[in-house]
């Protein structure tokens, strides 16, 4: 009987510690004295329409990206109009739960409305009038935010793979100075908040060198930058370890903050690798393209798990100088990966699954914060 009641007592204590072991493995506290470990929400979860991804964020993070509400479309729709309402939403949430917030992005030619480039006759405008709607939009978006927001990501994706600068309607109506003067007005705006570069494939030696050379310029300039974000949409396959070490030690000469800013791993059949595919378009859910409809079989949990400590493994080699890792997203379940390139599928690009349960990519990461 006594025997009985000492292991059923001896169960309920194992059990316990379980749970309390797991609920405190955390993000932020096991890379607390590394870097920031950051994620994005969507407008929705800002809404307060998914609280449980509001209460990982809180509990596991340190900072937070909006995914949409501080794009140009979204809080500046219209010249003279300004959408607030979610950017502030998003910062009283963070500013309760002692997060920080990134300010994602002034300047990128995706999500910018057709006015900001044209005249009242639908003609487009000239440099003069750009670089003022430029400064006008900094100012009073950054301004607003004065003191509240830790960082900005001034300018995303300015260059092409090969490291030319990309063909956007800013460059064609404003040359480079648009780079230069988005940087130094955000700067003015709020001189207490980092400025960063941020773009994709920034292991691509074209864009890693024009990256290199922009910002030794900057430097040489006296123009304010404070760091660099690599988003960090990566594959199984690419970049390679070599790639990345390669990448992480030329950034970390830089001098400045080196970033993952939007880091999510791309594990479903990729379409070009099918004959016929055509990633431009949203192909309808097929099969073999989506192989996982219900859930992840171990095997590959295992693989994604071991992709993930490879990344954060390197991540931990440059810790002196990388200050931040984001996740883009809380929850396998929000992933822009389920619906691009191919609209329905269902992906698993994150360590958190749509349970909203830790993956075992979130335990193999942990256990990489032990590394010196
Ligand atoms: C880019 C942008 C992000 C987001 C992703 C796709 O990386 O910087 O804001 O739109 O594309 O989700």
């Not at 927001?149 to 490291?163: L, P, R, S, T």
């Not at 230069?180 to 074209?206: I, Q, R, S, T």
């Not at 409809?293 to 590959?300: G, N, T, V």
């Given at each position: 009987?006594?025997?009985?009641?000492?292991?059923?007592?001896?169960?309920?204590?194992?059990?316990?510690?379980?749970?309390?072991?797991?609920?405190?493995?955390?993000?932020?506290?096991?890379?607390?004295?590394?870097?920031?470990?950051?994620?994005?929400?969507?407008?929705?979860?800002?809404?307060?329409?998914?609280?449980?991804?509001?209460?990982?964020?809180?509990?596991?993070?340190?900072?937070?990206?909006?995914?949409?509400?501080?794009?140009?479309?979204?809080?500046?729709?219209?010249?003279?109009?300004?959408?607030?309402?979610?950017?502030?939403?998003?910062?009283?949430?963070?500013?309760?739960?002692?997060?920080?917030?990134?300010?994602?992005?002034?300047?990128?030619?995706?999500?910018?409305?057709?006015?900001?480039?044209?005249?009242?006759?639908?003609?487009?405008?000239?440099?003069?009038?750009?670089?003022?709607?430029?400064?006008e939009h900094i100012f009073t978006v950054v301004g607003k935010y004065k003191g509240r927001i830790h960082g900005w990501d001034?300018?995303?994706?300015?260059?092409?793979?090969?490291?030319?600068?990309?063909?956007?309607?800013?460059?064609?109506?404003?040359?480079?100075?648009?780079?230069?003067?988005?940087?130094?007005?955000?700067?003015?705006?709020?001189?207490?908040?980092?400025?960063?570069?941020?773009?994709?494939?920034?292991?691509?030696?074209?864009?890693?060198?024009?990256?290199?050379?922009?910002?030794?310029?900057?430097?040489?300039?006296?123009?304010?930058?404070?760091?660099?974000?690599?988003?960090?949409?990566?594959?199984?396959?690419?970049?390679?370890?070599?790639?990345?070490?390669?990448?992480?030690?030329?950034?970390?000469?830089?001098?400045?903050?080196?970033?993952?800013?939007?880091?999510?791993?791309?594990?479903?059949?990729?379409?070009?690798?099918?004959?016929?595919?055509?990633?431009?378009?949203?192909?309808?859910?097929?099969?073999?393209?989506?192989?996982?409809?219900?859930?992840?079989?171990?095997?590959?949990?295992?693989?994604?798990?071991?992709?993930?400590?490879?990344?954060?493994?390197?991540?931990?080699?440059?810790?002196?100088?990388?200050?931040?890792?984001?996740?883009?997203?809380?929850?396998?379940?929000?992933?822009?990966?389920?619906?691009?390139?191919?609209?329905?599928?269902?992906?698993?690009?994150?360590?958190?699954?749509?349970?909203?349960?830790?993956?075992?990519?979130?335990?193999?990461?942990?256990?990489?914060?032990?590394?010196?």
């Amino acid at each position: 009987m006594n025997l009985r009641y000492l292991i059923i007592v001896l169960v309920i204590l194992l059990i316990a510690s379980f749970c309390t072991s797991k609920k405190s493995d955390s993000l932020k506290d096991a890379f607390k004295d590394k870097y920031l470990i950051g994620t994005a929400l969507t407008d929705y979860q800002i809404k307060g329409n998914d609280p449980k991804s509001l209460q990982t964020a809180g509990e596991q993070f340190d900072v937070i990206t909006p995914e949409n509400v501080l794009k140009w479309e979204k809080v500046h729709p219209a010249p003279g109009i300004y959408n607030f309402g979610p950017v502030d939403s998003l910062i009283e949430f963070c500013e309760k739960n002692n997060l920080a917030v990134i300010g994602h992005t002034l300047i990128w030619h995706h999500q910018t409305p057709e006015w900001v480039f044209k005249d009242k006759e639908g003609n487009q405008v000239s440099k003069d009038t750009l670089l003022k709607r430029i400064k006008e939009h900094i100012f009073t978006v950054v301004g607003k935010y004065k003191g509240r927001i830790h960082g900005w990501d001034v300018i995303n994706e300015a260059f092409e793979d090969d490291g030319s600068f990309r063909n956007t309607l800013w460059r064609q109506i404003a040359g480079e100075d648009y780079l230069h003067k988005a940087f130094e007005w955000a700067h003015e705006a709020d001189p207490g908040a980092e400025l960063y570069y941020n773009d994709y494939n920034m292991w691509y030696k074209g864009r890693r060198n024009a990256v290199v050379k922009m910002v030794n310029e900057f430097k040489t300039k006296n123009i304010p930058i404070h760091g660099i974000g690599l988003q960090g949409h990566w594959g199984l396959n690419y970049p390679t370890v070599d790639e990345l070490n390669e990448v992480f030690e030329i950034y970390s000469k830089l001098d400045i903050n080196v970033m993952v800013t939007e880091l999510d791993l791309d594990m479903l059949p990729r379409p070009e690798d099918y004959e016929g595919a055509d990633i431009s378009v949203n192909y309808e859910a097929k099969s073999v393209l989506n192989p996982w409809p219900d859930s992840l079989p171990d095997s590959m949990q295992t693989v994604v798990a071991d992709r993930y400590a490879q990344f954060f493994t390197i991540f931990n080699k440059y810790s002196s100088s990388v200050s931040r890792i984001t996740l883009w997203g809380v929850h396998d379940g929000q992933s822009w990966r389920n619906y691009w390139p191919i609209h329905g599928r269902t992906a698993y690009p994150l360590l958190f699954d749509r349970n909203h349960q830790p993956k075992k990519a979130f335990f193999e990461v942990i256990k990489t914060a032990q590394q010196k």
